[in-house]
T-cell receptor
Framework: AQTVTQSQPEMSVQEAETVTLSCTYD???????LFWYKQPPSRQMILVIR??????QNATENRFSVNFQKAAKSFSLKISDSQLGDTAMYFCAFAMDTGRRALTFGSGTRLQVQP | SAVISQKPSRDICQRGTSLTIQCQVDSQVTMMFWYRQQPGQSLTLIAT?????????ESGFVIDKFPISRPNLTFSTLTVSNMSPEDSSIYLC????????????FGSGTQLSVL
């Protein structure tokens, strides 16, 4: 079974600064996907970014980028130029590349962007 | 992104009653997933809803408590049966879109409170 660990329950960052959220995972699979989801108070789960394990290049989506270290089983999210709208819960998630591909989630990191 | 309509958005129910949650997707999808998010917690997979066959339940979840229907490729329901206060959670449906490069999207969730 796969596990996802987020060791930072809460983080705070000043507006316009950069913050990095940590995630580690455990799997014996070689092919899989990793995700970061954002959940604002509206409770809507919003896909922030996705990384395919077979790709060495780190995924980037505008101000969001990841540092994917496959050997270390580490998948951190970097948010640049933080905005007030980035305030939310952030969940790291894992999905296998075969079968049902359901998501396994970490416990989440609550990010507060301060004005 | 997928348009996923989930109803009701919230409900307050009495102990011992049942509630059926609906999830409608704007296009056909092979698999639909149901998740539970208990207060202040991460998301846990309840079951995978397959069209034309019985749902596949995760450990700790049983069909008698969470019956699922999947009558076609765009619709599914989850029923929370014989509710107790411990069932108070957010329930979310999720779909994987092949045309979106296998990304997973979520409905807006159902906030359930059981008195």
């Amino acid at each position: 079974a796969q596990t996802v660990t987020q060791s930072q329950p809460e983080m705070s960052v000043q507006e316009a600064e950069t913050v990095t959220l940590s995630c580690t995972y455990d799997t014996s699979e070689n092919n899989y996907y990793l995700f970061w989801y954002k959940q604002p108070p509206s409770r809507q789960m919003i896909l922030v970014i996705r990384q395919e394990a077979y790709k060495q290049q780190n995924a980037t989506e505008n101000r969001f980028s990841v540092n994917f270290q496959k050997a270390a089983k580490s998948f951190s999210l970097k948010i640049s130029d933080s905005q007030l709208g980035d305030t939310a819960m952030y969940f790291c998630a894992f999905a296998m590349d075969t079968g049902r591909r359901a998501l396994t989630f970490g416990s989440g990191t609550r990010l507060q962007v301060q004005p | 992104s997928a348009v996923i309509s989930q109803k009701p958005s919230r409900d307050i129910c009495q102990r011992g009653t049942s509630l059926t949650i609906q999830c409608q997707v704007d296009s056909q999808v092979t698999m639909m997933f149901w998740y539970r998010q208990q207060p202040g917690q991460s998301l846990t997979l309840i079951a995978t809803a397959n069209q034309g066959s019985e749902a596949t339940y995760e450990s700790g979840f049983v069909i008698d408590k969470f019956p699922i229907s999947r009558p076609n490729l765009t619709f599914s329901t989850l029923t929370v049966s014989n509710m107790s206060p411990e069932d108070s959670s957010i329930y979310l449906c999720s779909v994987r879109r092949a045309e979106a490069n296998e990304k997973l999207f979520f409905g807006s969730g159902t906030q359930l409170s059981v008195l």
